[in-house]
């Protein structure tokens, strides 16, 4: 399963750095750990961590650069953004590569990434210029109201592994716009990618410092950084353990935190809908990220009298999709990220089974080398399998029919995520029924495309609070300042 293209892949990694008051500082007399090729299993570079002192440094550095940036006028900050996106844009290719070489996603799902970060980098350097205030009535003529918006101050911004590029570009747009300093801590699996995008901004003429750049210790890392009166606002992106615990750390500074965290994605199939393009599009968008998408599709609930038809195009479809290395232009789906995703897919699997479930297609581990496993269709899945309650993040599709809309509700709203839900009908009433019934963030009628800029990105119950993209979000980085000034 290894292509040709993968011989001299660690060639083609960058250098890997953490970015410190506006330095490159290099992996020389740190900590580090390494970074593997999960198509391969090899190593193909170190990432460095930063110790106590470095993110003191980082604190200092951030909370200096805050009271510079946050003066600088939104339209100079947006010029800084969008030459940021067009260096993006110009080196895409490389950018590509290296996330198919760290993350192994496959040239398509890469390009788009790329593509939708440069994006995120242009549409925040415009709305950047609308966060507008208004004046508002006074009760006495001698006094003026204004209300203002003002950024809240230096964000500690913390992103997962498994979208390297459009995750971090969401939080540091917004964050930037706004006239926020940031300290990011990206995935260590995944730091190529994301200091390719603190390249671009540095580049396009960032002042140093606005943007500082780290990796280690995940939990020693978010302790320090939300812990200091520095920091205003938390931004994080990952798992639902992790979210509650900064939440708790955030509180104890009464610091606003948002928050993006899982979901087990429930998609209903009505009888009247086409299910040659809910099976197609179905098994494309569960598959996509080989399932490590938090709002991907998971829990298929098909009306019964459809659920046979549904099921054989569906893992038809599962089947025609090609497994391999990411660097294979003929991919379209790529490994896991790392040997712990394959245990815990295959322990998921074995469990449904054992539970009763029909595994229709996949259902075991694939290739030689690297971590990949065959992309997989439980049927009939009993409510007494963990995978009915757990968040899969891997390349598992899960069957099961429902009767009524009623019924079909109740199993989609039935955990305690509420991050994205789908739904395909060819009937209006349906559709309206559905949109307004489900409990989720996100929900898509008849399609599954809902990571672009212009719209908001989150989450409810405990798949998190707050949103990213769109008008809403750099409206919720800065606070409202209200100004009452006597004229007398």
């Known amino acids: 399963m290894r292509d040709t293209a993968s011989l001299d892949a660690a060639a083609d990694y960058d250098d890997l750095f953490v970015f410190l008051g506006g330095e ?10 390494p970074v593997m090729n999960p198509a391969t299993g090899e190593v193909i570079g170190h990432v460095p961590h930063v110790t106590a002192a470095d993110l003191d440094r980082a604190l200092d550095v951030a909370n200096h650069s805050f009271k510079l940036w946050s003066r600088t006028p939104a339209y100079e900050r947006a010029v800084i953004l ?44 415009e709305q950047g210029k609308r966060s507008y205030g208004r004046v508002v009535p006074a009760r006495r003529s001698e006094v003026q109201q204004l209300v203002k918006r003002q950024a809240i101050g230096p964000v500690a ?42 390249r671009a901004l540095d580049d396009a003429g960032l002042p140093k410092g606005v943007l500082q750049m780290v990796f280690g210790d995940p939990a020693t890392i978010s302790a320090h950084l939300i812990a200091s009166p520095v920091i205003r606002k938390v931004t994080f992106t990952g798992s639902v353990p992790v979210g509650r615990l900064l939440a708790a750390q955030a509180a104890q500074g009464v610091k606003p ?32 990220g080989t399932g490590q998408i938090c709002i991907s599709s998971t829990r298929f609930l098909v009306q019964r009298s459809s659920y046979d038809a549904f099921a054989e195009k569906f893992v038809a479809a599962t089947e025609a999709l090609r497994v391999g290395d990411g660097l294979d232009p003929a991919t379209q789906v790529g490994p896991l990220a790392n040997e712990r995703q394959v245990e815990k897919v295959s322990s998921l699997v074995a469990d449904a089974v054992k539970h ?9 581990p694939t290739g030689n080398q690297g971590f990949f496993y065959k992309p997989t269709v439980l049927a009939n899945v009993p409510m007494s399998a963990r995978i009915m309650h757990e968040e899969p993040f891997g390349p598992i599709a899960v069957l099961r029919p429902f009767d009524t809309l009623e019924d079909g509700l109740a199993e989609a709203n039935r955990l305690p995520y509420g991050l994205s839900a789908y739904a395909f009908t060819r009937a209006a009433r349906t559709a309206i ?3 307004d019934g489900f409990d989720a963030g996100m929900i ?5 495309n809902m990571i672009v800029s212009e719209l908001p990105f989150g989450g409810m119950k405990e798949s998190g609070y707050g949103s990213e993209g769109g008008e809403e979000r750099p409206r919720e980085l800065p606070c409202h300042q209200v100004h009452q000034s006597s004229l007398t």
């Open 24 to 33: 490159w500082i290099g992996a020389t007399g740190r900590t580090m750990s």
């Open 82 to 125: 969008k030459r940021a996106a067009t260096l993006i844009r110009e080196r895409a290719t490389h950018i590509e590569r290296l996330m198919m070489l760290e993350e192994g996603k496959p040239l398509a799902e890469a390009r788009y990434e790329v593509a939708s970060a440069a994006d995120y980098f242009e549409w925040f350097a």
């Open 157 to 198: 911004a913390f992103t997962p592994w498994n979208f390297p590029a459009i995750t971090p570009a969401r939080k540091l747009a917004a964050a930037l716009a706004a006239g926020c300093s940031v300290i990011i801590k990206p995935a260590e699996e995944c730091p190529a990618t994301a200091l390719a995008l603190a």
């Open 257 to 288: 935190i948002t928050l993006e965290l899982g979901g087990h994605g429930p998609v209903l199939v009505f009888d009247d809908a086409d299910l040659d393009e809910a099976a197609r599009l179905g098994a494309a968008n569960r598959f996509r």
């Open 356 to 364: 009763g479930a029909t595994v229709l297609t996949g259902g075991e």
């Open 433 to 435: 029924a559905v949109g």
């Open 444 to 448: 898509g009628i008849n399609h599954f």
